[in-house]
């Protein structure tokens, strides 16, 4: 990295961290430009140069969250991948507190950001998200448990659009539910209550 590409990341790097401290105080929309760069400690034109509008600016934020949220999975997908061609049905079961927790706390750890995006989806790729997903994830266990292929997008939309309806009414909430009982509420919802 040569020393302008450097100043360019460290000054990125203030304003998402001003953002996320502001987001600590106020709701997004009401967060200005002049804050953003106060809290940064940079000019009002250095803004300009790095983002059009704050839309921008928490579409970055919100990508280097999703990136270091990642970061704590393992990234040999052709390891996941064959996992997921020779597991058993019952370890291809996600709606479950082993992954649910971990998603589950760093939104809650991060709700201000979440709640700022799910307000503002319009600003986001979310298709591509969603689409990685399908294409690594859901698609093999779909395949592995003999659903058509025509029918994986519309079984992929419920589960993906019923779990981001729970986690919003979470947020409006202010995670006052535990991760736990969060995690207990979705698989309700999926499998049915235990009698």
Known sequence: MNKSESRYFNTAVKFDRALLTLLEKKPFDYI?????????????????????????LLQETTAYLLEDFMSVFPSDYNGIRRKLET????????????????????????RRVFAAVLSHPATFRFEAIFQKLFDDIF???LDRFRYPAEDRKYIMMFYLNGLTAIVQ?????????????ITELIRCCIFGKKV
């Open 32 to 56: 200005t430009v002049s804050e953003l760069c106060a809290e940064a400690g940079v000019n009002r034109s250095t803004f300009y140069l790095h983002y059009e509008n704050t839309c921008d």
């Open 87 to 110: 597991s058993t049905p019952d370890e291809l079961n996600f709606i479950h507190s082993q992954y649910l927790h971990p998603y589950l706390t760093y939104i809650r750890d991060n």
């Open 139 to 141: 698609d093999p266990i």
């Open 169 to 181: 009414e979470w947020l409006k909430d202010g995670c006052e539910k535990s991760v736990e009982e």
